[in-house]
């Protein structure tokens, strides 16, 4: 899954090869472990003091943010990706795309946040839950808008820790403090994760402002804005998909079965990704360098920097895979004595991370291939596609079907993906053994 959100890149003088790239990933690695770590204490205590009930509610809240905070993106972010690299030597059209993203972003993020305030004023849960997580929506923006201005400037390193380190800990803190006041609940834990997210992008701002060039922030500007949109466009349709394809599992538990259900399966779905950071890491750093070496129609290296993000991340997974079926039941026990329950469901989340890893940065190959719009199409296939099979699953099955949709729309779009690639002439698969004769 290519997610603008993970994106990290490396220089472009940076050698290739094996070493260079595990060297790249290491550091996005280690601080991306720290914030899964500090991330998992804090769904721990939400879940353990809240209950089922309550951590159900503040995950099914939690989920409508996260998909609609990637509303107000419009794509830019991963085509800053593209763009920003190709401005480095161009400060006037630097300046003009960073004020574009920064207006039409923020303007977006703040007519969400409204439109969440007014649906406070209507009952019923579902409107407090769509309006609380429209209201995350501007932290979000602010927080995902600033880490580009810090990737543009080559700080890397730096607009990783503030997300990944940086909030968590924010977050942390506030949910104890809460927690020791007697004041928590899954509202304040809502409110908590929105205070978190400005707090950060203030941060990052003025630690933009501490290390960018003067040149950069102020000047003559050149606003090519028709051309970036139509390139952001078909990113926005691709990452909208992603985000539905990441939060409609959640979200249709929650809107189709009782609160307990949204958090048995919120849970699972909390410990599956742990198993996913090596490969996004991996990925991460991959992604600019498969942008660089289309532009320069280099195959060969991006078909080695697939190989070997496909033989690390497939390595990692397979091991998280293992130990997750193993241990399973005392893995959800710590969120609780209801929490066992899911095991099933965690264990088929766990396996839908394995085509991921086995297909490597297929969606990056065809997002920064120059077929952006068919990699859109494909990847809102399989969020209509996992939708539909929700539907049609969960009645059925309960959080087990929706976990089984979840497997089988993963696993077709990766199988899209990797015909997609074959195509381009990159190979997004293991390669497989040669036949001795």
Known sequence: MCDAQNVSAVEPSE??????????????????????????????????????NGYGTFLYARGWGE????????????????????FADDERRFRGFIRTVTIETLAGALALACLGIALLTIGGRLSAALALGLLLTFGEAAVKLCRVFLQSVHRFATANAFTELVRPIVALVVVGCLYFFDALTATSALATMLGAGLVVSVLQWQTFKAIAPANLLSGERITEREV??????????????????????????????????????????????LGRFSHQALESVAASRISEDFGRGDLRSIQGDVDRVIMYSSMATLGFT????????????????????????LILLVL????????????FVAAFSGQERRYA??????????????????????????AIAYLVASTGWNLALIVQAKQLGIRCYPPLPRRVR
């Open 15 to 52: 050698p290739e090869g094996r070493g260079s790239l595990l060297r790249s990933s290491f550091g996005t690695a280690t601080t991306s472990v720290a914030g899964v770590g500090l991330r998992f204490i804090t769904q721990l205590l939400l879940s353990n003091v809240l209950g089922a």
């Open 67 to 86: 998909l609609l905070g990637k509303v107000p993106d419009r794509g830019y972010h991963l085509a800053a990706v593209q763009f920003l690299p190709r």
């Open 352 to 363: 839908s991370g394995i085509p991921n890893a086995l297909t490597g940065p297929s969606g």
């Open 228 to 273: 970036w949109v139509a390139s952001a466009r078909p990113h926005m349709v691709s990452q909208t998909a992603v985000a539905v394809f990441a939060n409609a599992d959640l979200l249709l538990v929650g809107l189709l079965l009782a609160p307990v259900d949204a958090a048995l399966y919120g849970a699972a779905s909390r410990i599956a990704v």
């Open 322 to 345: 293992l130990v997750a079926w193993l241990f399973a039941t005392p893995i959800l026990r710590l969120f609780g004595p209801e929490f066992p329950a899911g095991r099933n469901v």
């Open 377 to 402: 199409v494909t990847m809102a296939c399989a969020a209509v596609a996992l939708i539909g099979l929700g539907l049609v699953l969960i009645p059925l099955f309960g959080i087990e079907g929706m």
